[in-house]
């Protein structure tokens, strides 16, 4: 899995889980988001864990996530997991260019229930285009 596939797959499934869970904070497992990385030290495995990892710090980074701060720097377990009010609100946007009247979450929930496959094609990169532009 290239790195943006494993960006968007991993961001689809965390605000997903985090919205679904909302404002209750949980814990966030990056090796059980995909079937089968759970078990999986291979290097392709601890590749993709480090792609959520890193997907997770990026979400809290750009303020759509937080999580407990006192967790451990290489963990892939996020503790106390939750929207701001920026995720929120940006999942809960309907943005224009996309041309439905949708929003970004039920667009992000429609590509996760299609496939894995699907992820890095136009349509995933425009819904998180619209995540993170408003538009």
């Not at 943006?4 to 961001?11: L, Q, R, S, T």
Request: aromatic share 10%; charged share 25%.
């Amino acid at each position: 899995m290239s790195n943006i596939k494993g960006f968007e797959y991993c961001m689809s499934e965390v605000l997903t889980m985090l919205y679904e869970n909302f404002p209750v904070p949980i814990n966030v497992n990056v090796r059980e988001l995909k079937p089968g990385l759970k078990d999986d030290f291979s290097d392709e495995g601890n590749e993709t864990v480090d792609v959520f990892r890193h997907t997770i710090h990026f979400l809290k980074r750009e303020s759509y996530i937080v999580t407990y701060d006192k967790e451990v720097k290489e963990s892939h377990i996020f503790r106390e997991a939750v929207l701001t009010s920026k995720g929120f609100a940006a999942l809960n946007l309907v943005p224009k260019s996309l041309n439905e009247n949708k929003t970004i979450l039920e667009q992000l929930e429609q590509l996760k229930n299609k496939s894995v496959a699907i992820m890095g094609t136009a349509s995933a990169a425009a819904i998180f285009r619209a995540f993170f532009t408003g538009t």
